[in-house]
């Protein structure tokens, strides 16, 4: 929502900083950031993190990562419901309704939750991605009971302070998180173009999280109020609290604020496999530009699929470092590119691989899309080599490391994980799914990804070459 | 049912003072400091090394020069090439990144504990033996010009270089410290390798580390292996811009943009400064935080914009004091309005009561956060060393927080806020924008390149 850390139109990838929602805006060089993994085993120590777990009356579930020597907890509630869910015409509806939930509810003041989380030397925010919409708090571990009651204030009294004004404001606010940052950023409608071509009509995945202006100007109160209803209810939300708390005294302060919440019933999300596919080909968008950029995007394994780790190890052997394959044949050696990237999107119903190709100015888009699709021609042929694939088993377990000595990191991982896998545990196997990628994992997935239909390709170029 | 009351916050309760582990401090023969902590949580080492000159101790004709130095550090080192030390590292896994700001130049490595010796090889070769291959450098700038290129294509950064030059002029806080196309063109491989000499070889440098790791043993390790730096120079000195002669309004005409992007700004404090604290205490109830001010009225009233942060960026010398946000085109010139409106307001009436109290908590409350990770300790370890802060500045800085009064803030704000003092930058369409900025008066729209 706010502009905190992050915009909200994101999301993280498994709970890191990556952000999926729009490779082009993490820049240049590698686009995988904090992604989780593991190395070779031998002897190296893995962490491991205690989770502990109790579903409440009302159907809320709560998780307990209890640790750390900072005196901090982080709160995270996860809703299970993202841009996925929206009706026709509603396109971005979930992310102005995440807008909407930090406005105020029936005993907080509009402006009062950002205020006092922030005043009690907190930090705070909320993201809506494809399928899912997070809200958490990391504070002072003597304010748990501030993030407690300000989150179970808006998850049951929330639409007694619900009104017109509060949603023509943020539909502004949205409208112009919108132009600020997708319309006026260099290649800033790449992906939701992309998206448009990977899916076809009426697929979930087929348009971004921050959604279009018309369907924004479209939106009334009656959404809102249905949209709570629907998918805001205890049963449909993960609740983690990680950090310096015991994890009895989490228990029982969840109980003490959550409890009360009634029931609404199962929640109707259709969370079935989806992955029909779009037309695909390739676009070409003129844009602002000095120089063209490629998105190759291709269908993939979803992050609950035993092949996701395989599948997020390729794009490291793509795009991480500068001895990865396509920075070393497009920027050291062919020198056409000033940059590569990418990533695979960890969402639940089908996976995508990104790959973004920053061209020097003057070269064509052509010739970019040619070059990485011989780079990764040679992949499937030849498949990884022994080498390059334990260094990304080291980077991608340093990463892991790097990611969960926070706790705001820890708790956001362990919500996706309980989430989007319906398994909290994921949170210590990944470093050995990770471990256990090996090579012919890798020419399996490549295969898969790469040969299958090909992928969607969007070249962004400057305006007025070649449109 | 009964529950507890919602009518109110919750009450805090105690909080424990974050536990900051002991930085040893070693030093190498030739002078280089090396600060190190245990912290065992995870088997990690984070570790960051600064050298004293950044980019405002080059000359304005070799801008850009330590910024690229230091992108080609790593491009060959130690008899291996470009390529041979790509695949060192991503082998061993670690995390390296180097970059040259305003003041210093900046190294840091993040690597699993039990590849942390592999990593500081990396870190030595890069650092003490840098090739400077003339292949590899062409290739490097011609990359770093391209960069420039993509620069001006994001309004953002056109906005923030725009405001930087109207404020600072020809103080180097007015260049961006990646240079420009022309001062990078005449850079070869002798004046990077002079450069390396001057700033990295020869500059007063300091290495900061934490983790899982013996700090003996390590300063130990890590000073046998740097012994060659020569850290005993002073940083050549800084000077203070004076502030910009006039409230200056400027238009950029950006074709196409789809909205406005704003910057408000003025020359503001160094690192140091007295009123440094009594600074961040204002700014935090004038647009730090997402309750302060500026973003109330501007998003959360008027839905102008995704959001509005000011800040000041604290540097050797005086650094900008800067008013940024982004809003739909045709009321930018009522934005700019709205933001005066404010600036005045903080100097009429300064926060006081419980807006004085939110803002100084939220200074020093949020402290265990920054130390929370060993990459974040290590992040402000290095702060404080780099800019020369008290050994025992984190300790001290609540109580000098604490100690900043109404009076002090309302000090603050009569010093930088005069709105006839601060130069506003717009990035826009210009033709779009131009109706609205008609009651602002006289509008400089200098031509783009």
């Known amino acids: ?467 | 049912m009964s529950g507890p009351d919602r009518t109110r916050r919750p009450p805090s309760r105690p909080t424990p003072a974050p536990i900051l582990p002991e930085f040893r401090e070693f030093r190498s023969d030739g002078g280089l400091r090396v600060r190190a902590a245990r912290v065992a949580r995870l088997p990690e080492v984070a570790v960051r090394l600064v050298a004293g000159a950044g980019a405002a101790s080059e000359p304005a004709a070799l801008t850009g020069a330590t910024s690229l130095a230091v992108r080609c550090l790593p491009e060959g080192a130690a008899g291996r090439s470009a390529r041979d030390m790509a695949a060192w590292l991503d082998h061993v896994g670690a995390g390296f990144g180097a970059g040259a700001g305003h003041d210093h130049v900046e190294l840091h490595l993040h690597a699993l504990a039990p590849t942390a010796g592999e990593a500081l090889s990396f870190l030595e070769a890069v650092v003490l033996q840098p090739a400077f291959d003339p292949d590899e450098v062409a290739r490097v700038r011609r990359e770093a010009v391209d960069g420039l290129g993509r620069r001006r294509d994001d309004p953002a950064a056109v906005a923030d270089d725009a405001l930087a030059a109207a404020v600072f002029g020809d103080h180097p806080y007015g260049r961006y410290p990646g240079g420009t196309a022309a001062t990078l063109a005449t850079l070869d491989a002798d004046a990077l390798r002079e450069t390396w000499e001057r700033t990295l070889r020869d500059g007063p440098a300091v290495l900061i580390a934490a983790g899982d790791l013996e700090p003996e043993a390590f300063a130990a390790d890590v000073a046998r292996r740097f012994g060659p730096l020569r850290s005993a120079v002073e940083a050549p000195p800084v000077e203070s811009a004076s502030r910009p002669p006039s409230s200056a309004l400027r238009l950029l005409h950006h074709a196409g943009s789809r909205q406005a992007e704003i910057r408000v700004g003025t020359v503001g404090l160094a690192r140091g400064a007295p009123d440094e604290i009594a600074a961040l205490v204002m700014n935090a109830a004038l647009g730090g935080l997402f309750g302060s001010r500026l973003n109330r009225n501007l998003r959360e009233d008027k839905g102008w914009t995704y959001g509005v942060r000011s800040g000041f960026a604290r540097r050797r010398a005086a650094g900008p004091f800067e008013i940024r946000t982004a809003v739909d085109t045709p009321v930018a010139g009522r934005a700019i309005e709205e933001i005066r409106r404010e600036l005045q307001g903080m100097r009429d009436r300064p926060p006081d009561g419980e807006e004085l109290d939110a803002a100084r908590r939220s200074l020093t409350l949020s402290l265990p956060r920054r130390f929370e990770t060993t990459s974040r300790l290590v992040a402000a370890e290095t702060e404080r060393v780099a800019y020369g802060l008290p050994e025992d500045w984190w300790h001290r800085f609540p109580e000098i927080v604490a100690a900043v009064g109404r009076d002090d803030v309302a000090a603050v704000a009569q010093r930088f806020l005069d709105p006839a003092g601060l130069v506003t930058v717009i990035v826009a369409d210009a033709e779009e924008a131009r109706p609205g900025l008609a009651a602002l008066g006289v509008v400089d729209e200098p031509e783009t390149p």
């Open chain 1, 1 to 467: 929502m706010a502009c905190l850390e992050r915009p909200g139109g994101g999301g993280y990838v498994r709970g890191g900083a990556g952000r999926p929602d729009n490779p082009a805006r993490t820049g240049f060089g590698v686009t995988r950031r904090e992604d989780a993994g593991v190395a070779q085993g031998n002897g190296r120590q893995t962490p491991r993190f205690r989770i502990e777990r109790r579903t409440l009356d009302n159907g809320l579930r709560v998780l307990v990562q209890p640790g750390g020597e900072a005196p901090l907890v982080a709160a995270h509630m996860m809703y299970d419901v993202g841009s996925a869910d929206e009706p026709a015409g509603r396109r971005g509806f979930a992310h102005l309704f995440e807008h909407l939930l930090f406005e105020g509810s029936e005993h907080v003041a509009k402006g009062e939750h950002f205020r006092l989380v922030q005043a009690a030397g907190g930090t705070l925010n909320g993201t809506t991605w494809f399928d899912r919409t997070n809200y958490w708090e990391t504070v002072p571990v003597g304010e748990l009971e501030l993030a407690l009651w300000l989150e179970s204030d808006r998850m049951g009294w929330f639409l007694p302070a619900l009104t017109q004004e509060k949603l023509d404001n943020q539909r502004d606010v949205v409208k112009n998180e919108r132009r600020q940052s997708y319309e006026n950023r260099p290649y800033g409608l790449a992906v939701e173009t992309a998206l448009a071509r990977l899916f076809p009509a009426g697929h979930p995945y087929r348009h971004p999280t921050i959604g279009f202006m018309e369907d924004l100007d479209a939106a009334t109160l009656t959404d809102a109020r249905d949209w709570f209803e629907t998918w805001y209810g205890p049963e449909n939300a993960t609740l983690v609290i990680a950090g310096a708390v015991a994890p009895d005294a989490a228990f029982a302060a969840a109980d003490r604020w959550f409890g009360a919440i009634p029931s609404r019933g199962a929640p109707r999300g259709d969370r079935a496999a989806a992955t029909a596919r779009g037309e695909g080909g390739v676009v070409t968008i003129g844009d602002r530009v000095s120089a063209a950029r490629v998105y190759l995007a291709c269908h993939a394994p979803a992050f609950p699929d035993p092949a996701f780790e395989a599948a997020d190890v390729l794009s490291s052997l793509l795009a991480e470092g500068r001895s990865s394959r396509l920075h070393h044949d497009l920027v050291h050696e062919r020198r056409i590119a000033a940059g590569v990237g990418a990533s695979a999107w960890p969402l639940r119903r089908t996976g995508l691989v990104w790959i973004v190709v920053t061209g020097l100015s003057g070269v064509p888009a052509s010739e970019l899309d040619g070059a990485t699709r011989e780079v990764l021609d040679r992949l499937v042929r030849e498949g990884p080599r022994e080498f390059e694939l334990e260094g990304a088993r080291n980077r991608a377990r340093r990463q892991l490391v790097l990611q969960l000595d926070s706790v705001t990191q820890r708790a956001d991982a362990l919500a996706h994980a309980a989430v989007l896998r319906g398994d909290p545990d994921y949170l210590n196997e990944v470093f050995a799914r990770y471990d256990a990628v090996s090579a012919d994992d890798v020419a399996r997935v490549s295969h898969d990804i790469l040969a299958a239909g090909g992928p969607a390709a969007v070249h962004v170029v400057p305006e007025g070459d070649g449109r």
